[in-house]
T-cell receptor, first 112, second 111 residues
Framework: NAGVMQNPRHLVRRRGQEARLRCSPM?????VYWYRQLPEEGLKFMVY????????ESGMPKERFSAEFPKEGPSILRIQQVVRGDSAAYFC??????????FGNGTRLTVT | GQNIDQPTEMTATEGAIVQINCTYQ??????LFWYQQHAGEAPTFLSY????GLEEKGRFSSFLSRSKGYSYLLLKELQMKDSASYLC????????????FGRGTSLIVHP
């Protein structure tokens, strides 16, 4: 069984560019979560989605960040007009309803 | 977060037992997760306490008291590969089920 797949593993963007991070949940999982982790910091919750619905986006910055989980295809976390402060590891996780989260290997975003 | 309080760092000897405590601000009666994270890697699921009490799984055990906002992770027969960060993850505020994470406890196992 394939686990949670994230790509790319590493992403370098210049300030002002867009970053698109992809996440394919584990087979059978319909709940997707995005977390951000800064160096030496804990995982910070960003958004929780189910197919075609954003359930909880209380951790998402109000501007430049968006997420989707379409009926077909992976979940996408999109960061527009990136700034240096967006440099972090972005982890996606998936789960069954009210079951433990399983994390992907993350995307390391570096903004130059 | 949920005012999650864990020791920043702990050290222990190979073969020993270590207990990592976690206190948090309770906001409901949802369960609590423990994850392990090696440097530069993804968190991996260790345990999920749905109810109060002790859950045992091989060398790892986890205890939860929801009314006290207290949990611990017990690691027995420590191995060098257990050197990692251990993340206590209670649910979010307002009855949310979504796990929230603190900075975790960095465990160093030495020979």
């Amino acid at each position: 069984n394939a686990g949670v797949m994230q790509n790319p593993r590493h992403l370098v963007r210049r300030r002002g560019q867009e970053a698109r991070l992809r996440c394919s949940p584990m087979k059978g999982h319909s709940h997707v979560y995005w977390y951000r982790q800064l160096p030496e910091e804990g995982l910070k919750f960003m958004v929780y989605l189910q197919k075609e619905n954003i359930i909880d986006e209380s951790g998402m910055p109000k501007e430049r960040f968006s997420a989707e989980f379409p009926k077909e295809g992976p979940s996408i976390l999109r960061i527009q007009q990136v700034v240096r402060g967006d440099s972090a590891a972005y982890f996606c996780a998936s789960s069954l309803d009210r079951e433990p989260l399983h994390f992907g290997n993350g995307t390391r975003l570096t903004v130059t | 977060g949920q005012n999650i309080d864990q020791p920043t760092e702990m050290t222990a000897t190979e073969g020993a037992i270590v207990q990592i405590n976690c206190t948090y601000q309770t906001s409901g009666f949802n369960g609590l997760f423990w994850y392990q994270q090696h440097a530069g890697e993804a968190p991996t699921f260790l345990s999920y306490n749905v109810l109060d009490g002790l859950e045992e799984k091989g060398r790892f055990s986890s205890f939860l008291s929801r009314s006290k906002g207290y949990s611990y992770l017990l690691l027995k027969e420590l191995q060098m590969k257990d050197s990692a960060s251990y993340l206590c993850a209670p649910p979010g505020s307002g009855g949310s089920y979504i796990p929230t994470f603190g900075r975790g406890t960095s465990l160093i196992v030495h020979p």
